[in-house]
């Protein structure tokens, strides 16, 4: 039986989905960020597919959201999607830590992934941290920096930003050291999967797919690296998706 167990991982608000009878084994683990807006148990469907097929399934609450969505107004939240990213990449070292500190990760075989936000926050850790064995961006931008320039100077356009230009400057440049698509070689080969709906109206599906189209051919092992594209689909992640999500897990992981 699949188990859903809440918990506080060093101040982290996360549902664990594991096998019940495996819940104190290692095992390998995949850690899945969600959406802005949306929350960890909203991620519960690809979490039970997963832990199904022997993995424990992490699902955090980022910054803002779910158990952590303080009283705030709509604009804060929003000037903070990038905060809420990088928060999201330093606080992967800490479910890492305590895993290893429980002695619940198996042959260090660590997994992520994400939608939307969570699929910006898959690239950006990827820079960060060469143990993450295994990845899946689900309509996610590879390209942090330029995204980040595109959704500034839409919020400029409707109004007055309540942040200095030092502050947006500031912002690109800590960006920039977690931007994958500014340092591709930090991949070193590891299995990643994009999935992307070719209409999506939210996140650009050209940042993922000229990225893909470029770092292919660095890649020596090809079945490494795969993109699906969905056609006449927009910011939704399918059923398929999800399903080639878990092969791609259970095939590299």
Do not use: C
């Not at 992490?58 to 910054?63: E, G, H, K, N, T």
């Not at 070719?198 to 470029?214: G, K, Q």
């Not at 992640?237 to 999800?242: D, E, I």
């Amino acid at each position: 039986m699949i188990g859903v167990y809440k918990e506080t991982i060093q101040s982290i608000p996360s549902l664990i989905v594991v096998d019940a009878e495996k819940k104190n084994e290692a095992l390998p683990v995949v850690t899945y960020f969600h959406g802005f807006t949306s929350a960890k148990e909203h991620n519960l469907p690809i979490a039970y597919l997963l832990a199904e097929k022997g993995y424990r399934v992490i699902l955090p609450d980022s910054m803002y959201h779910g158990e952590r969505e303080p009283d705030v107004p709509t604009l804060k939240k929003q000037i903070s999607f990038w905060e809420i990213i990088m928060n999201n990449v330093k606080e992967l070292q800490s479910i890492k830590s305590y895993l290893d500190d429980q002695g619940l990760l198996q042959d260090e075989r660590f997994g992520i992934a994400g939608t939307s936000m969570g699929g910006i926050t898959t690239s950006a850790a990827l820079t960060q941290y060469p143990w993450i064995k295994a990845a899946a961006i689900l309509m996610g931008s590879p390209k942090i920096t330029t995204f980040a320039k595109t959704l500034v100077e839409s919020f400029k356009k409707l109004g007055n930003l309540p942040v200095t230009d030092e502050m947006i400057e500031s912002l690109y440049q800590q960006l920039e050291k977690m931007d994958l698509s500014k340092q591709p070689e930090t991949l070193n080969n590891r299995p990643l999967l994009f999935w992307h709906g070719e209409n999506d109206s939210v996140v650009p599906f050209d940042h993922s797919y000229t990225f893909y189209d470029e770092v292919v051919k660095q890649y020596s092992t090809k079945e490494n690296i795969h993109f699906i594209k969905e056609a006449n689909t927009d910011h939704k992640v399918s059923r398929h998706a999800l399903l080639e999500t878990v092969s791609w897990f259970e095939k590299h992981l």
